[in-house]
């Protein structure tokens, strides 16, 4: 399994165990500026056999067609047309029966969470795997008419539902009653909208303080996760006029935990607000700063969690529409433990098949002859999936998760890439608004 950041390698990992339970799980993960710091693995708490940080083009290169019985891609759209790429190159080479059949592993992937942007950009980039996962009824339907769109085969798009749903059913109020506000990286992104919820959480906290409200951060500073995170709550709260309140404070750790006690969750678009939904418990999707594709909270339209901080306290508990979150794959009454049957079949039966097709996406050097070069140059690959000169000469790191001689180096390098994301980017940015 490959990952490139903390959010994808839950999704990947755990997607792996569902569709077969009793495997060895090898775990890559692809080197890049999300890369998950060892904190951040044993928060996510999805275990794996063995893992190493990995360059694509290293990855594609190493992966022996016979090794693996499945290859499960957690990544960026981009990186998984890399892979793709890569490795039907890999493949390919010294096979006679290349042509008709290749005794290869079953190529699987699909999206971590909601899908509220870049939908038909990040499924094209998707489109070549065997497996395309949809975590709902309402996304498979979406995915395959992108597919048909544009010609190419919807065979692969396989509707199943988040891995990582499930814990215990909620049974009522806790003692003290907690409201959970679970922050997003780049959700919102300016400092202004970003400032306004962490006060609106605060003035909640005041408001009621025989409640808990807890601030449940994704990263700690100088942590990446899948979106970049150029303005962090820690940062906002340590400025908070009068600070924060006894009954207010930031958390960490593992998202089902934090959910065990949970008695209201608000968010802007978390996929946490799935979560939630599916153990019953109370949720919010804020419409504070409006209801926008740019926000994704326009994904729960029709769900009945819309509401705002004002109404919030008020008292006000929102009721989900059971239609809409049946189409979302989410509170499944007892049915959520069949909702990867298909999965498991359909990779079920690709893996009996014997021989299975060349990996063909549909981007190719002459569908997309102005997008797809540059996409696999990132990942060290030239337009045809063989390794760029330089990268194949190029040695690549042995042994665990990151080379202890290498770390400082690397951190460093990292602190002055977060340096100039947090600071100087937007800077330069307000500069040009002048």
């Known amino acids: 399994m490959l990952a490139d950041s903390d959010t994808r390698w839950k999704w990947g990992a755990l997607t792996a165990y569902r569709i077969q339970s009793d495997i060895r799980l090898d775990g890559y993960l692809l080197r890049g500026r999300a890369t998950p710091t060892v904190r951040q693995l044993d928060e996510v708490g999805a275990r794996a056999d063995s893992l190493r940080e990995i360059r694509g083009v290293d990855f594609v290169r190493s992966v022996d067609r016979t090794r693996y019985d499945v290859i499960v891609l957690a990544c960026v759209g981009g990186a998984v047309q890399a892979m793709l790429h890569g490795l039907a190159r890999a493949w390919q080479s010294g096979t006679p029966d290349a042509a008709t059949g290749q005794h290869r592993p079953v190529v699987v992937t699909g999206y971590v969470g909601v899908v509220y942007e870049k939908l038909a950009d990040g499924l094209l980039l998707r489109h070549g795997a065997d497996v395309v996962l949809a975590n709902s009824r309402h996304d498979a339907d979406r995915f395959r008419e992108v597919y048909r769109g544009v010609g190419a085969d919807d065979h692969s798009v396989v509707e199943c539902a988040l891995p990582f749903l499930g814990g215990a059913r909620y049974t009522g109020e806790h003692a003290p009653y907690t409201v959970v506000f679970a922050a997003q990286p780049s959700v919102p ?31 700690k500073p100088g942590e990446h ?64 700063l409006g209801v926008r594709e740019a926000l994704g909270n326009h994904h729960f339209l029709g769900s009945g969690c819309l509401a705002s901080w004002d109404e919030l306290d008020a008292g006000h508990r929102p009721e989900p529409d059971r239609e809409w979150l049946a189409r ?70 042995t042994g665990g998760l990151r080379r202890v001689a290498r770390e400082t180096v690397r951190e460093a390098a990292r602190g002055a890439y977060r340096h100039g994301v947090q600071r100087v980017a937007p800077a330069i940015r307000r500069w040009g608004q002048l």
Request: proline share 8%; hydrophobic share 35%; net charge negative.
């Open 189 to 219: 992104e300016s400092r202004a909208d970003r400032t306004y919820l962490l006060r609106r959480a605060v003035e909640h906290a005041r408001t009621h303080p025989d409640r808990e409200v807890l601030i449940k951060l994704r990263s």
């Open 328 to 397: 979302q794959g989410v509170a499944a009454e007892g049915e959520y433990e069949r909702a990867f049957d298909a999965a498991r079949a359909r990779v079920t039966v690709l893996r009996e098949a014997g021989l299975l097709p060349p990996l063909a996406p549909y981007y190719t050097p002459r569908t997309a002859p102005g997008y797809l070069p540059g996409i696999l140059a990132r990942h060290g690959l030239d337009p045809h999936g063989e390794p760029l000169a330089g990268y194949d000469a190029a040695p690549e790191e």
């Open 225 to 288: 996760t899948t979106h970049i995170e150029e303005l962090p709550y820690q940062k906002l709260a340590a400025k908070a006029p009068g600070g924060l309140p006894a009954n207010c404070r930031l958390v960490y750790g593992n998202m089902g935990e934090v959910l065990d006690r949970t008695d209201l969750m608000v968010t802007v678009s978390s996929t946490a607000a799935l979560e939630s939904l599916h153990r019953g418990i109370p949720t919010a999707v804020l419409t504070d």
